[in-house]
């Protein structure tokens, strides 16, 4: 047993090192975007996939008529809605507004109909469920041009959901920051990306287009493989507000989801973190069903449980969100369970806006 908990807290050990990395990483200067002093004012696509998002469209719509930002064009890509989203798109009278119904089918096809219908080089993409400031546009244009990247991973943050929701959410947004801040970048979202149509194109041959969803890291994957420059930029300026799902089956079928496309990826940094922190969860799992009869199991939980507190707390620091903290000690001592779970589902079809994956 002895040489079991070693091989558990060794594992832990080495995570514990990459968490304490990102931290320092989530802690380091952000990039002055001038959000409100924009010099230049290329035009500007933003490409949005969706699909049955008739509740949702209004507050998108309306965000992105309030861009400070003077120069851009907005590419809705129609992923063969059945809901009345063309309808609530109809409402708003904008002519730098396209609809475009998606002659493929999935979130990546509708992208990358999207992208190639551009008129901009420069490209930035969202969701259709989230609202952004109005300094969205200009925040992310002048970063990208500041930095010079292929790559710029824009913020993101829940402005609805419950508490675990939020919390798991806080450790996906400092470690996608903070992994990036180090220069080892291992995650992005989709909801808040620029890069160039030029790039976008060299990347193709890497974006897996048969895999249903990972459009945002197979891109991030294929920018590192191509030693593209990859940049974070973490400012309020730039934050895209998402939501968090209805319930917790829809939570689970999400980041369900989001496992499933672990097994495609092909960056060594990226595949050793997904090992490490699965390894990492069921050590953990071990040590709480296994500590009352061995309770040096019980660093390994502790080990840990320090490490992602100060992750996560710097993030919900950040957000002014610290009382979600009180519940961190629940949430902490579920999660292992809650993750093993997750990688179970993985094996399991998966339903995503109607469609099984």
């Known amino acids: 047993m002895l040489y079991f908990f070693l091989v558990c807290f060794l594992i832990v050990s080495v995570y514990a090192g990459y968490i304490l990395a990102y931290t320092y990483g989530w802690h380091k200067k952000k ?3 001038a959000a409100h002093k924009t010099v230049s004012t290329p035009l500007v696509t933003v490409v949005i996939a969706l699909r049955n998002e008739s509740a949702h469209l209004p507050a998108l719509m309306q965000s992105l008529q309030q861009q400070t930002y003077p120069n851009f064009e907005v590419l809705l890509v129609n992923d ?52 952004l400031p109005s300094t969205w546009l200009a925040s992310m244009v002048n970063a990208y041009g500041q930095t010079a990247a292929q790559l710029l991973i824009g913020p993101v943050a829940m402005r609805t959901g419950t ?7 806080f450790s996906l947004e400092g470690t996608t920051h903070g992994s990036a801040q180090v220069g080892a970048p291992i995650l992005c979202s989709g909801a808040n990306l620029a890069f160039s149509k030029t790039w976008y194109i060299q990347c193709l041959p890497y974006l897996h287009p048969n895999v249903p969803s990972g459009d945002d890291m197979f891109l991030l ?69 296994v500590g009352a009869w061995y309770p040096l199991f019980f660093l390994v939980f502790l080990l840990k449980f320090v490490v992602d507190a100060g992750l996560i707390g710097s993030v919900a620091g950040y957000h002014k969100s610290v009382a979600s903290m009180l519940y961190y000690p629940l949430v902490a001592v579920v999660y292992p369970f809650y993750v093993i779970l997750v990688l179970l589902l993985t094996f399991f079809p998966n339903q995503w806006k109607e469609r099984t994956l």
């Open 80 to 131: 063969h809605s059945d809901d009345d989203s063309e309808a609530v798109f109809t409402l708003f009278s904008d002519n730098r507004f396209t609809w475009i119904n998606s002659d493929g089918m999935g979130k990546k096809a509708a992208l990358r109909q999207g992208i190639n219908q551009a008129k901009s080089d420069l490209i930035l993409t969202t969701d259709a469920d989230v609202v």
């Open 221 to 289: 994957e294929a920018t590192k493989r191509l030693k593209g420059k990859i940049v974070s930029l973490k400012t309020a300026d730039a934050t895209v507000q998402i939501i968090g799902c209805e319930t917790f089956g829809q939570f689970l079928s999400q980041r369900a989801r989001w496992a499933s496309k672990a097994p495609r990826y092909t960056d060594a940094g990226i595949c050793f973190v997904a090992g490490m922190v699965a390894f990492t969860q069921v050590a953990c799992l071990v040590s709480l069903l």
């Open 31 to 33: 990039i002055p975007t």
């Open 163 to 169: 508490i675990f929701q939020r919390i798991d959410y």
